[in-house]
């Protein structure tokens, strides 16, 4: 059986990521009320356990993957790099085929992509991309969960991203391919995305929009999504952030956006910055469900690798 490696959304797919999606709100749902760390009644990862590696550091990644490994009956074992033998020279080859060895699926953060990549070469058990430089899938299925428990649907979907054209976006782009919807992304010069993925969306049918105008992005756009415009592990940039400026997401952006239109943030948010106060506290913010949607995300993720969905 082909190992199921979960490094972009694209590894997956529009019916994975579909079923995902639809995996993880009727788990949400049926385990509602109960303690946070009860075991799902049909305990379908009994007896596995993820190795979770970070390289970089982690709030989210790290809570959500290890209860969503409780959640579903297994275990998960937390490894800084630092304290690894990788943090010592040992090869991203040799750590894939030792930890192939003793657990039954991988999970890491870190920087370059590359070496995700050659860790799921060598890995003769899942591996899953809990962030990279390139991409934050993990992330955009939560996003997605969010965006369909609060009402949208997602095919036509008009989503609107500003600032830094990072790994986020990379991952949002992927996701409007395979789930059709649309994406205009106002950015300043010089912090496009990665053709690649902007090539990918419009490949899958949908309308990409490159913009340098906030207020032309959030004209009708039914989701608005920002991230930290210093991202983490970049040094800070004073440039960078004065060129980030008007993209702020703010009371004034969010009036050309439709009435029930939505504001996503992955956090951590840097409010004042990428977005003001008074919409991240409003009522069009659904920063707090994506966050515990990321729990839910990781669930049918795991699924998915493990050959459940």
Not at 115 to 126: D, Q, Y
Not at 239 to 246: D, I, T, V, W
Request: with cysteine.
């Amino acid at each position: 059986m082909t190992v199921r490696h979960f490094l972009d959304l694209s590894d997956a797919g529009g019916d994975a990521l579909a079923a995902m999606i639809g995996d993880a709100i009727d788990r949400k749902e049926a385990r509602k009320g109960q303690p946070k760390g009860l075991v799902d009644a049909d305990a379908p990862l009994a007896g596995r356990t993820l190795a979770m590696i970070f390289e970089k550091n982690s709030t989210r990644t790290r809570v959500s993957f290890d209860m969503a490994m409780r959640q579903l009956g297994g275990n998960a074992m937390v490894m800084q790099a630092g304290t690894m033998q990788l943090g010592r020279g040992e090869s991203v080859a040799d750590t894939a085929r030792v930890l192939s060895r003793m657990v039954d699926a991988i999970m890491i953060r870190t920087d370059d992509h590359s070496k995700i990549e050659e860790l799921a070469h060598h890995a003769t058990v899942p591996v899953i991309n809990g962030l990279t430089d390139r991409s934050h899938p993990c992330q955009i299925v939560a996003d997605l969960l969010t965006l369909v428990e609060h009402g949208k649907a997602l095919p036509g979907l008009e989503v609107a991203w500003f600032g830094d054209g990072n790994n986020v976006l990379h991952s949002f782009l992927e996701a409007a391919a395979l789930l059709k919807f649309n994406v205009r992304y106002a950015v300043p010069d010089g912090y496009e995305p990665e053709p690649e993925f902007v090539r990918f969306a419009e490949a899958g049918g949908v309308k990409v929009t490159l913009t340098r105008s906030a207020e032309e992005a959030a004209e009708g756009a039914d989701v608005l999504v920002t991230d930290t415009w210093v991202s983490m592990g970049q040094p800070e940039a004073a440039g960078k952030l004065a060129a980030m400026r008007p993209y702020q997401v703010n009371e004034a952006l969010m009036t050309f956006a439709n009435p029930d239109a939505l504001f996503l943030h992955c956090l951590p948010a840097h409010v004042g910055d990428e977005v003001s106060e008074g919409v991240f506290e409003s009522a069009q913010s659904v920063v707090w469900d994506e966050a515990e949607n990321r729990i839910h995300a990781q669930k049918s993720v795991l699924r998915w690798a493990f050959g459940q969905l």
